[in-house]
Nanobody, 123 residues
Framework: VQLQASGGGLVQAGGSQRLSCAAS????????MGWFRQAPGKEREFVAS????????IYADAVQGRFTISRDNGRNTVYLQMNSLKPEDTAIYYC?????????????????WGQGTQVTVSS
């Protein structure tokens, strides 16, 4: 499975941005998917995840209430809507496909990763 993330860029604090991640194979529609991010000098951290049927979503405390993860299995695509962005949200954002139908917070729950898209939030 290949993943292509897009939608990153420069945005002002308080603004919104939507990331997209398209999977190359329909197989991904049977698996959970997630978003992680990595800021300069920091370890990669979990952002959000969604089950194969969108019935279950999980968010990191830092983004709860501001970010929304969703998916369109017909398009093999997962989205991350980011609102009320803060400078501390600046990072490279990675999408990933989980090993099972449901997905969690650990990077080891995922076995396919996209190349990442840069999000920069200016103050």
């Amino acid at each position: 499975v290949q993943l292509q993330a897009s939608g990153g860029g420069l945005v002002q604090a308080g603004g919104s941005q939507r990331l997209s991640c398209a999977a190359s194979r329909r197989t991904a529609s049977n698996n959970g998917m997630g978003w992680f991010r990595q800021a300069p000098g920091k370890e990669r951290e979990f952002v959000a995840s969604i089950s194969w049927n969108s019935a279950s979503t999980i968010y990191a405390d830092a983004v709860q209430g501001r970010f929304t993860i969703s998916r369109d299995n017909g398009r093999n695509t997962v989205y991350l809507q980011m609102n009320s962005l803060k400078p501390e949200d600046t990072a490279i954002y990675y999408c990933a496909v989980a090993r099972s139908s449901y997905s969690g917070r650990r990077s080891t729950d995922y076995n396919y990763w996209g190349q990442g898209t840069q999000v920069t939030v200016s103050s």
